[in-house]
């Protein structure tokens, strides 16, 4: 039968709705539930392509004999951290406080009053590897809860107080300059990976933000350190075994500092960042791998995330269906091993692809199965149109496998990274495909998520909005997908959407006296603390993505308090860059932006034409771009801009300084160079 997860639209919810476990959402009424009972909660938090959250829900959650346990002793919450990031954070970070380290699935054990007392992540059915066995956490939390009560009460509250203690460093008042970007720079350096790449050792995610930051410096200093950081580690992903070298897209992570063996989930926020990553690498170098990765990636977020209501699904799960054994494993979609490669490709081209795609006999993954990778320049090897057909053959014969399964949910946040990228990929590579793609994806949110007060929701699933409000990353990164779409669109709606997130973002999330920003609304749920991250994760924090987006709506509207409230949140950088550049990349992008101006270009006279185009390839950092016909009105950066004798032409301005206006393609790039 059921459970209460039963009637919920997460699909990770929704993949425990047939649990033996009493599962309740997060809710007041669980809590209320926990007190009546005089019980502890049990909160278990994950998502929908994790795969050890797979194994613990099938090994424990699934078990009669456990879940009856757990349903006598506790409440039992379950949460998808990807609908509340809120609830999440605010627990993760007293998991990383109490034991150094988290990580997915996450165990917390709480008070009826939501405080937590006990920690864990992932637990065995049997203790295993020095690890206690989950009966034995539950046993042993339910013994503790029911004979020392005081001590368990006592714990949780030093706990609660101890994070409501914790401060960030943060003044509003002095932004990052010159200095703290090249000392931001020399940490990357040292952090850099010259063998393979990437920052830091194993497992190695893809930096995306950091790459960013590397182009802009590049753009803004001629750093040429910076420039190839960033060109020899996109280069090295995209060979690795993290990219999809038949299908397109990056998986979530690397096990070894090699690229090789990926975690293999495929994220929509990854994809959206490395594709515009990618874009923009093409854009500073001309580089034609950078211009195929970012082509492929975007098809293959339209392909094969595109909802049926015009949105982009959160992820492809790392598990499917193995048809050798009818286990759901790890990989089981995307590996190769020397054998299933001769059958599809007969002796001949199977050497070829062996050789081209890193498969060897002894395998670099499990079982003597292979990643493929793209360890060698293809073009020697074989003609374009031989290896074309390899790679089709190989790629139509793996679309016969069972596929990983789709979490359908749109995550608002990262719909609008996807829109940006997917706008910025069709204006810069002609492909009005991909720009229709953002265009629909961004109509979706104005008709489902936003309300008629320009609130945000954070989830949608098949047409639905869920109930869960908006979070600080939701609300600035729709308004960067809306500030691409009215750049590369000339369409002065999406200026205004973006313009009523940031009013939000301004009432609601920006502390008045410090400038600092939190994660969640004045007038959200109140958790034990209020959670307030500037680091990013695997995305931009909302705290620095929101930065990005006012520093472009002012600079497209000339709006000061938009302006200032930007510079104010960009303290944190000034504090945190210098010393911690790996995990404040996206903020250090800012502030390239925020030193270079940043740039305001209105072309004139046309949309997506020569001028246009140059304007958007322009690689300064940050630079706003507004397009479209003389006195339209719709764009404010376009006012009092009249053709040059008839014809289009572009203005370009700078710390309240413009250069004159020219219809010369070649002049516009060199005045944004």
Known sequence: MPNRLAHETSPYLLQHADNPVDWWPWSTEAFEEARERGVPVLLSVGYSSCHWCHVMAHESFEDAATAALMNEKFVNIKVDREERPDVDAVYMEAVQAATGQGGWPMTVFLTPDAEPFYFGTYFPPEPRHGMPSFPQVLDGVHRAWTDRRGEVAEVAGKIVRDLGERQLTHNADEKPGDGELAQALLGLTRDYDTAHGGFGGAPKFPPSMAVEFLLRHYARTGAEGALQMAADTCERMARGGIYDQLGGGFARYSVDREWIVPHFEKMLYDNALLCRAYAHLWRATGSELARRIALETADFM????????????????????????????????????????????????????????????????????????????????????????????????????????????????????????LAEAGAYFDRPDLIAAAVGAGDLLVRLHMDARARLARTSKDGQAGANAGVLEDYADVAEGFLALASVT????????????????????????????????????????????????????????????????????????????????????????????????????????????????????????????????????????????????????????????????????????????????????????
């Open 490 to 673: 000339g369409e002065g709606v999406w200026l205004e959407f973006a313009g009523f997130l940031l009013d939000h973002v301004l009432a609601q999330f920006v502390d008045a006296e410090s400038g600092a920003l939190y994660d969640t609304a004045a007038d959200a749920e109140r958790l034990i603390r209020r959670p307030q991250d500037p680091t990013d994760n695997a995305a931009p924090s909302g705290w620095t993505a929101a930065a990005g987006a006012l520093l472009s709506y002012a600079a497209h509207t000339g709006a000061e308090p938009h302006r200032t409230a930007a510079e104010r949140a960009l303290g944190i950088v000034k504090a945190l860059g210098p010393r911690v550049p790996r995990f404040i990349g996206h903020g250090l992008a800012v502030a390239e932006a925020a030193l270079d101006g940043p740039r305001e270009v209105a072309v004139v006279g046309e949309v997506l034409g020569d001028l246009h185009r140059t304007a958007l390839l322009g690689t300064a950092p940050g630079a706003v771009v507004a397009a479209g016909a003389p006195g339209s009105g719709e764009l404010p950066l376009l006012a009092d801009r009249p053709l040059v004798d008839g014809r289009p032409a572009a203005y370009v301005c700078r710390g309240f300084v413009c250069a004159a206006p020219t219809t010369d393609p070649a002049e516009l790039a060199e005045q944004l160079s």
């Open 302 to 421: 339209v392909r094969e995330l595109r909802t049926n209501e015009g949105g982009f699904a959160s992820a492809l799960d790392a598990d499917s269906e193995d048809p050798a054994t009818g286990e759901h494993v790890e990989g089981a979609y995307y590996v190769w091993t020397a054998a299933q490669v001769r059958e599809v490709l007969g002796e001949a081209d199977a050497e070829l692809a062996m050789t081209l795609f890193g498969v060897t006999e002894e395998g670099t993954f499990e079982k003597g199965s292979s990643v493929l990778q793209l360890p060698v320049n293809e073009g020697p090897l074989a003609d374009a149109g031989r290896l074309a057909s390899v790679r089709e053959r190989l790629l139509a014969a793996r679309s016969r496998r069972p596929a990983p399964g789709r979490d359908d949910k749109v995550v608002a946040a990262w719909n609008g990274l996807a829109i940006a990228a």
